[in-house]
């Protein structure tokens, strides 16, 4: 059965490193057709808007939407473009999965964690900002509801459930932040004595990073709240390489988007030398939501696979002297359904 996704290209590398992806997507015969869509300066370029009505039309329609990274502007408007999507659709669960790959350079060898961040409220939205007349006070409304703690951490032990995780770690500031970080921290210790068989682990924000960085073994999934969510999951990727290999997945009831969660950078564009495997690992996410889990799991070996045995063919940011191109020729010859 052919599923068709909608796919956003981006913005800097984002074209360079979509049309590979979708290549590699290909060979795994995956029977996925593409609705090109665009947003970001692509579409403010081609019809004067950041993320065009026909483009949100084009996700409701087809459920499921690839997306290289976006570049918004400085000024008024959108605060991110990326917001606005999770806002639009409700994708209310930010996932961010880091798993150590062969032949980084990375600090650790052993790290596989998932980072399950709550995407719609909290801190991170910085919702009612207020700036004094005079300049020196700036506010901001920080809001945490009962319903969207609840639904964030369900969905971090149900998602542990099905990927047969044993631990749910929540990081919180609940000691002083008593009230919005209470709250979370109170339906967290609720929800998981509803899931005996899954060991549940609290932690305050700030030992959460220094655990992270001296014993991540240690850590299994990670549920937390949207601007700590912000912040550890990059940390996370720090601990395997950085954000070339970190794919992240944007779930809501309506629709669902998987993307690179690096930039857009501007300053390689054009070069051929842009790191395309953020994109093919959310790709592979996507492949699991779409029921084809068996190919995302040969995506991910394959990607693994090249960086242990042609390592050399891998782009400059992982220490080879490949090209988006080669790299991903290489992920797609080393594909074994």
């Known amino acids: 059965m052919n599923k068709t996704i909608a796919v956003i290209p981006g913005d800097g590398i984002g074209p360079e490193i979509m049309a590979v992806t979708l290549r590699v997507l290909d060979a795994l015969d995956c029977g996925l057709n593409y609705d090109f869509v665009a947003a970001g300066m692509a579409a403010m370029e081609t019809c004067g808007d950041l993320l065009p ?108 459930m099905r990927k047969g995780r044993k631990k749910v770690t929540a990081v919180h500031k609940a000691n002083i932040l008593k009230t919005v970080s209470g709250l ?17 682990n609290e932690m305050i924000v700030d030992n959460a990073c220094m655990q992270l960085v001296m014993h991540p073994e240690q850590f299994d999934v990670i549920v937390t709240t949207n601007l700590f969510g912000d912040i550890l999951s990059d940390l996370c990727a720090g601990l395997i390489g950085g954000l070339g290999l970190a ?36 790709a592979s996410n996507m492949l699991d939501h779409l029921g084809m889990v068996h190919r995302g799991d040969a995506l991910r070996r394959a990607i693994r696979d090249t960086m242990r045995h042609d390592h050399d063919g891998a782009t400059p940011d992982l220490g080879g002297k490949g090209s988006t191109e080669s790299f991903a020729a290489a992920i797609g010859r080393h594909i074994k359904l």
Request: charged share 20%.
């Open 247 to 282: 794919p992240g997945n944007n779930i809501g009831e309506r629709a669902a988007i998987f993307e690179a969660v690096h930039g857009s950078a501007p300053d390689i564009a054009g070069q051929g030398v842009a790191n395309p495997c953020a994109l093919l690992l959310a």
């Open 184 to 200: 979370f921290l109170k339906i967290a210790r609720n929800i998981a004595g509803q899931y005996p068989q899954i060991e549940f």
């Open 53 to 160: 009505k026909a483009t949100l039309e084009k996700i409701a329609e087809h459920k499921v939407a690839l997306k290289g990274p976006l570049t918004t502007p400085i000024g008024g408007g959108f605060s991110s473009i990326n917001v606005a999507l999770r806002r639009h659709f409700d994708l209310y669960a930010n996932v961010r999965p880091v798993e150590s790959f062969p032949a980084t350079n990375a600090r650790y060898d052993n790290v596989d964690i998932i980072t399950v961040r709550e995407n719609t409220e909290g801190a991170y939205l910085a919702e009612g900002q207020t700036m004094s007349e005079d300049g020196e006070v700036a506010t901001a409304l920080m809001r945490i509801t009962q319903a969207g703690s609840s639904r964030i951490v369900r969905y971090a032990f149900e998602l542990a």
